[in-house]
Nanobody
Framework: QVQLVESGGGLVQAGGSLRLSCVAS????????MGWFRQAPGKERVYVAT????????YYADAVQGRFTISRDNAENMMYLEMNSLKPEDTAVYYC?????????????????WGQGIQVTVSS
């Protein structure tokens, strides 16, 4: 059974930083493209960032480019999202996701497995 479990969320002031983690089990982690999505209250779940099998290829949504950094540790089946210069509009539930496609993916429908999500709240 595949499981993705996020951790590291919480409440932070604008301008602050948080680091999200995602641990994966039940899948061959280094064969999955991984991604982070987020969903703000009353809005659709949207793409944040994605990372390829080896971690050498990454891609970011325009809204987080230059502030967020995605990374992975295949030896530990872990993925991370370092979030800096946080803004109130970054407030959302953040989801970890795994895709069996061989290339970077930004569409929700291209992801096979999802975590339960974790709340990130940025106060002004």
């Amino acid at each position: 059974q595949v499981q993705l479990v996020e951790s590291g969320g919480g409440l932070v002031q604008a301008g602050g930083s948080l680091r999200l983690s995602c641990v994966a089990s039940g899948l061959t982690f280094n064969r999955y493209v991984m991604g982070w999505f987020r969903q703000a209250p009353g809005k659709e779940r949207v793409y944040v960032a994605t990372i390829g099998w080896t971690g050498s290829s990454v891609y970011y949504a325009d809204a987080v480019q230059g502030r967020f950094t995605i990374s992975r540790d295949n030896a530990e089946n872990m993925m991370y999202l370092e979030m800096n210069s946080l803004k109130p509009e970054d407030t959302a539930v953040y989801y970890c996701a795994a895709s069996s496609y061989g290339a970077l993916r930004s569409r929700r429908e291209d992801y096979d497995y999802w975590g339960q999500g974790i709340q990130v709240t940025v106060s002004s």
